[in-house]
Nanobody, 120 residues
Framework: VQLVESGGGLVQAGGSLRLSCAASGRTFSINAMGWYRQAPGKQRELVAR????????SYADSVKGRFTISRDKAKNTMSLQMNSLKPEDTAVYYCNAREILTSGAFRDNWGQGTQVTVSS
């Protein structure tokens, strides 16, 4: 699975951005997709995830009520709508797609990352 993100940029606090991720390749094997972020000097953390079957979503506590994850399976795309952005949301955001392989094992695929910078 190949992933390409778009939509990052610079925004003032309180503003909004929408990130998009386009998947290609073995998209039929994707079990879940999500957005992770990594700020300088910090570990990569899960921001939001959506399960392919049923569309169940989950969010980090820090973004609940502000971010919304969605997926268009027909177009093999996923988006993250980010509202009420805060300076602490500044990070590189990565698209993730988790595959279920024929062996039953999982494989994580990553995009190249897109920078989101929120100014105060």
């Amino acid at each position: 699975v190949q992933l390409v993100e778009s939509g990052g940029g610079l925004v003032q606090a309180g503003g909004s951005l929408r990130l998009s991720c386009a998947a290609s390749g073995r998209t039929f094997s994707i079990n879940a997709m999500g957005w992770y972020r990594q700020a300088p000097g910090k570990q990569r953390e899960l921001v939001a995830r959506i399960i392919s079957s049923g569309g169940i979503t989950s969010y980090a506590d820090s973004v609940k009520g502000r971010f919304t994850i969605s997926r268009d399976k027909a177009k093999n795309t996923m988006s993250l709508q980010m509202n009420s952005l805060k300076p602490e949301d500044t990070a590189v955001y990565y698209c993730n797609a988790r595959e279920i392989l024929t062996s039953g094992a999982f494989r994580d695929n990553w995009g190249q990352g897109t920078q989101v910078t929120v100014s105060s």
